[in-house]
């Protein structure tokens, strides 16, 4: 096999790896940006995927073609919905965010598997009949060399995806609501003072997240697993937050991420094939992505600076 | 500030209550005399309802109740479901207080959960699936996985028109070995010119690597892909049934495990079904726990022995779903059933034993 068709086989599904991730990255930037730890992105994706699931199945025959994307629909609102839960005990109530975090894992995995024994009377789902298709993106995907390697055999949403990371730096960088939502993460006080609602664009903030999370489990679950489980979401989320602090707290930074990691899980998988790899214990291939990631975090990225006062709950007046 | 703290305090009160309280839920009436035969399984985490071997074995207990009058409860069949694996020597021991006759243990993952509860009680009769423990009040059922994969590596072979096939594990653990064997065996022994490509993905419940696993073979020439690797092997479905989406005319299969998974396997496209479920390797759970207990019941546990279910035993086979399965492959593969029921073919269990065999067939 030349390198050539290698990267054939590796670089598209980096890509359909790495969406998934990539959305839910995102919605971690909003959230911490804002000064609020999400934890809670793993619940998020597992509430995302069940809705998706759950609305193809019952609305298949309904919507035809349109199905999948309505579920991604669904599976945001439903996600933003799910994410007050957090908002409301972190920065209303002033809870630890970790803590509140991890109560939206549990309580994400533990309410939908027990929705869906309710609903279909066993303990995972059918799988969905319609899906996202593949595709060839029209007149890209003739382009020599790079057509065939990135525009070919992929799933709009991944497109979508990376699209969204430009959309989201520029929300964050360049309108006056993104440096609202960066001076709330920072310095909530100052931003107080000059007349910004701390509460409210946190509020905002953990839902965008919410709502990004649950179409990362959507997508996961459309794309990949095509049913939910208990095992449907394993660890996603976890890996998005790393992504995200990998990324160092930027759009762009945690898009790279998770296409790093989609890579380099892509790599472990057709390491298998490669001749003078083939002879490499498959343990060491697998375990080679989370090596990676620890070496890039340990060694080439330099310091990850948080936002400052992420963490902390907002008190009006106090100092 | 000070009621909302009363109300937390009220919350963890209760929810404290409700833990303790759960605990009491069953009494317990130990050594209270019974005449009828009664069973219970205990399932690892899965749930009863896992469409594996949780699911098949239940299956299996349930028929055994009916087929004998028995009613659902403590004094006739049941179960229990772990949600952890703290949950195994716990379960076990409870059905162990409820005086069943015989106790299953689901799954491989239970193997210490039973060894050490049949040490404590080795008056009580216990049977271990898909596993094997040494003690005299134990019945080990295992399968002959290698068996029913030498089938449907007969049915790739003959199907496959590139002459590529693939094969998929969940993790490299002896018992999967014991699949890709037996599938290798089978397809070298009706198509030499095939060569198997052998992945693993090193866990069951990832099914975005068995995806990216799937897309490469498959863009490497591989019609046929037989996975043995849970909820991983979903992951090879969606791949399969994307790119059958994407070109209906593309030959590309997959092979199930464990049971039919044909309904996994449906995709249309234009208003047209199609189906990309090649065929499946059955493992009856269900045969081998009604089986064994029906021995226990006509006084005859069999413990302390391992109990191995193959093709004679109607323990492995390929699915009763054969809609792809041209008819003169489905003879083949009748024809090497019934010479590896007489014996004449040894299925190999390893890949030491697989090499023999390659060499064998020259």
Redesign the interface.
């Known amino acids: 096999?030349g390198v050539y068709?290698m990267l054939?086989?590796?670089v598209?599904?980096a890509i359909?790896?790495a969406a998934p991730l990539i959305f839910t990255a995102l919605g971690g930037v909003f959230s911490e940006r804002s000064g609020v730890v999400n934890i809670g992105l793993e619940g998020l994706m597992v509430i995302g995927a069940f809705t998706s699931v759950v609305f193809n199945l019952t609305f298949a025959d309904r919507f035809g073609e349109w199905t999948p994307w309505l579920a991604l629909v669904a599976a945001m609102v439903v996600g933003a919905i799910f994410s007050l839960l957090h908002a409301v005990a972190s920065i209303t109530?002033r809870a630890d965010q970790v803590v509140s975090g991890v109560a939206i894992n549990f309580l994400a995995i533990g309410l939908s598997l027990f929705l869906v024994k309710k609903m279909y009377?066993?303990?995972?789902t059918?799988?969905i009949?319609?899906?996202f298709?593949?595709?060839d993106v029209p007149i890209l995907s003739h382009i020599p060399i790079i057509g065939p390697l990135f525009f070919s055999?992929g799933y709009i949403p991944s497109y979508i995806a990376i699209a969204l990371a430009f959309v989201v730096w520029y929300i964050l960088f360049k309108t006056p609501f993104g440096l609202r939502l960066r001076a709330v993460g920072e310095h909530p006080m100052a931003a107080d003072t000059m007349g910004i609602n701390v509460a409210r664009m946190r509020y905002i903030a953990v839902m965008i997240s919410g709502a990004l999370g649950g179409v990362g489990g959507a997508v996961?679950a459309t794309?990949?697993?095509?049913?939910f489980?208990?095992?449907?979401i394993?660890g996603?989320g976890f890996m998005a937050l790393a992504a995200m602090i990998f990324g160092k707290w930027h759009p762009l930074g945690a898009m790279g991420a998770a296409l790093f990691f989609g890579l380099a899980?892509?790599l472990s998988?057709?390491g298998?094939?490669i001749p003078f790899l083939k002879n490499v214990p498959?343990?060491y291939l697998?375990i080679a992505p989370y090596v990676l990631t620890i070496l890039a975090l340990a060694g080439f990225i330099g310091r990850a600076d948080a936002p400052k006062a992420l963490g902390t709950p907002y008190v009006k007046g106090k100092r | 500030m000070m009621k909302k703290k009363r109300i937390g305090l009220a919350l963890s009160l209760v929810l404290a209550a409700g833990t303790l309280l759960g605990g009491c839920g069953q009494g317990d009436k130990a050594g209270e005399k019974k005449d009828n035969f009664t069973v219970a399984m205990v399932t690892d985490v899965g749930g009863i309802d896992d469409k594996s071997f949780n699911q098949s074995a239940w299956e299996g207990l349930k028929k055994f109740g009916e087929d004998n009058n028995m009613k659902k409860g403590r004094d006739g069949y049941d179960y229990l479901q772990s949600q952890s694996d703290a949950d195994y020597a716990t379960n076990l021991n409870k059905l162990v207080r409820s005086d069943f006759d015989l106790i299953y243990g689901i799954g491989f993952l239970m193997t210490d959960a039973v060894t050490k509860i049949a040490e404590q009680k080795p008056k009580n009769h216990f049977a271990i699936v898909d596993s094997v423990v040494k003690k005299p009040n134990v019945a080990s059922i295992t399968f002959k996985e290698h068996e029913g994969s030498f089938l449907v590596g007969v049915v790739a072979g003959l199907t496959t028109k590139t002459n590529k096939i693939g094969f998929v594990g969940g993790m490299e653990i002896p018992l999967i070995e014991k699949f890709e064997s037996g599938f290798r065996a089978g397809v070298k022994a009706v198509n030499p010119k095939a060569t198997v490509e052998v992945q693993y993905a090193g866990a069951f419940d990832q099914a975005d690597k068995g995806k990216a696993i799937a897309s490469s073979m498959y863009a490497s020439g591989i019609d046929v892909i037989y996975h043995a690797a849970g909820a991983t092997g979903n992951g090879v479905f969606s791949e399969a049934k994307d790119l059958k989406t994407k070109d209906p005319n593309r030959e590309i299969w997959v092979i199930g495990v464990d049971k039919d998974q044909a309904p996994e396997g449906v995709v249309k496209v234009g208003g047209k079904t199609y189906n990309v479920t090649l065929t499946s390797m059955v493992k009856r759970v269900d045969v081998a726990v009604y089986d064994v207990a029906k021995k226990t019941k006509e006084g005859q546990f069999p413990g302390g022995k391992v109990l191995e279910y193959g093709l004679p035993e109607n323990g492995v086979g390929i699915a009763p779903t054969q809609d792809n399965i041209k008819p003169e492959v489905l003879k083949a593969v009748n024809e090497w059933k019934q010479k590896i029921i007489d014996g004449k073919v040894k299925v190999p269990t390893t890949r030491d034993e697989y090499k023999q065999f390659e060499a064998s067939l020259k």
């Open positions: 096999m068709e054939q086989i590796i598209p599904s359909f790896f109530f009377g066993k303990g995972q059918d799988q009949q319609i899906g298709d593949k595709i055999n996961y794309i990949i697993s095509r049913d489980s208990h095992a449907t394993s996603h899980q892509s998988i057709v298998q094939t498959t343990v697998l």
